[in-house]
């Protein structure tokens, strides 16, 4: 049976995640009030920050700053993409 949370992000009740999907308490906190859609869309926009970006995630100050755009994302309600990001045309 899958769980459903509060979703800060969509502001609705949605399906939630399995398992915190970041370590410790921003992982918990992340799994107790954000939705698997809300997640999926994270990932995109950080596949994308990552790529328009050119980003080293061996680089700590990348790490860095993709946690302190994951939280506004998530949390601030923020309107976080990539630099020179062209949505693909229909």
Same mark, same amino acid.
């Given at each position: 049976?899958?769980?459903? @949370? $509060?979703?800060?992000?969509?502001?609705?009740?949605?399906?939630? /995640?399995?398992?915190?999907?970041?370590?410790?308490? %921003?992982?918990?906190?992340?799994?107790?009030?954000?939705?698997?859609?809300?997640?999926?869309?994270?990932?995109? @926009? $950080?596949?994308?920050?990552?790529?328009?970006?050119?980003?080293? /995630?061996?680089?700590?100050?990348?790490?860095?700053? %993709?946690?302190?755009?994951?939280?506004?994302?998530?949390?601030?309600?923020?309107?976080?993409?990539?630099?020179?990001?062209?949505?693909?045309?229909?």
């Amino acid at each position: 049976m899958s769980r459903t @949370v $509060q979703c800060l992000k969509l502001k609705k009740e949605a399906q939630g /995640l399995e398992f915190p999907p970041y370590p410790g308490e %921003l992982g918990t906190r992340i799994w107790q009030s954000i939705s698997q859609q809300a997640w999926k869309d994270w990932m995109d @926009v $950080q596949t994308r920050l990552v790529n328009e970006n050119r980003l080293n /995630l061996a680089d700590a100050r990348a790490r860095k700053y %993709l946690k302190e755009q994951m939280e506004k994302f998530l949390f601030e309600d923020g309107d976080i993409e990539a630099q020179g990001f062209v949505p693909p045309s229909a």
